[in-house]
């Protein structure tokens, strides 16, 4: 099974700041990757498919890189509602493994 | 609206069973494959199991295999997952969740773009 791990799994910042949050994979996964929003509570929302296309909808302050192993969702500046936890996930093959989540909190 | 309902989650006792059920509405729920996704108490998310649009194929993750089958009706637009020998590591939050594909240059691209909001799940004596 392929490995997905997430740094840091936590992060303070603040509004208006760029973030950027990392995402290895134990082996390649050439583009299938996936990445995931959650709030509190909440169900998790569906972001950015194979590596870097983002769902409709999401705001494009929102991007993500990266091929291979490697791969980095950024926020290029943040809003209130961007503090959340976001989780990676691969979908080269099943099970489709998640990372460990990253925490976004205020600072 | 597209909509994914889960309900059947309750407090059981180890060794206990529960039936999980997912409803779903505003898509062609017979034209999707469908999985179940977990997530215990301030950990992150982790994959279930799956089954693909017919119900003829199945998966399941390892903490799980033997003791889980995962179903659907697809007259009835619902998901289930039957859990046997319940253990306290099974205590989370149960999520459906909807895979969809993308076609990008020849590859096919699968995520999970529709979830239901959950169904708590706690194993204990």
């Known amino acids: 099974d392929i490995q997905m791990t997430q740094s840091p799994s936590s992060l303070s910042a603040s509004v208006g700041d760029r973030v950027t949050i990392t995402c290895r994979a134990s082996?390649?996964?050439?583009?299938?990757l996936n990445w995931y929003q959650q709030k509190p509570g909440k169900a998790p929302k569906f972001l950015i498919y194979a590596a870097s296309s983002l769902q409709t909808g999401v705001p494009s302050r929102f991007s993500g890189s990266g091929s291979g192993t490697d791969f980095t969702l950024t926020i290029s500046s943040l809003q209130p509602e961007d503090f959340a936890t976001y989780h990676c996930q691969q979908s080269y093959s099943t099970p489709y493994s998640f990372g460990q989540g990253t925490k976004l909190e205020i600072k | 609206e597209v909509q994914l309902v889960e309900s059947g989650g309750g407090l059981v006792q180890p060794g206990g069973s529960l039936r999980l059920s997912c409803a779903a509405s505003?898509?062609?729920?017979?034209?999707?494959?469908m999985h179940w996704v977990r997530q215990a108490p301030g950990k992150g998310l982790v994959w279930v199991s799956r089954i693909d649009s017919d119900g003829s194929s199945t998966s399941y993750a390892d903490s799980v295999k033997g003791r889980s089958t995962i179903s659907r009706d697809n007259a009835k637009n619902t998901l289930y997952l039957q859990m046997n020998s319940l253990r306290a590591e099974d205590t989370a939050v149960y999520y459906c969740a909807r895979l969809s594909t993308a076609v990008t240059h020849n590859n096919y691209y699968y995520y999970m773009d529709v979830w239901g909001k959950g169904t708590t799940v706690t194993v204990s004596s």
């Open positions: 082996q390649s996964i050439s583009s299938y």
């Open positions: 505003g898509f062609t729920f017979s034209s999707y494959w």
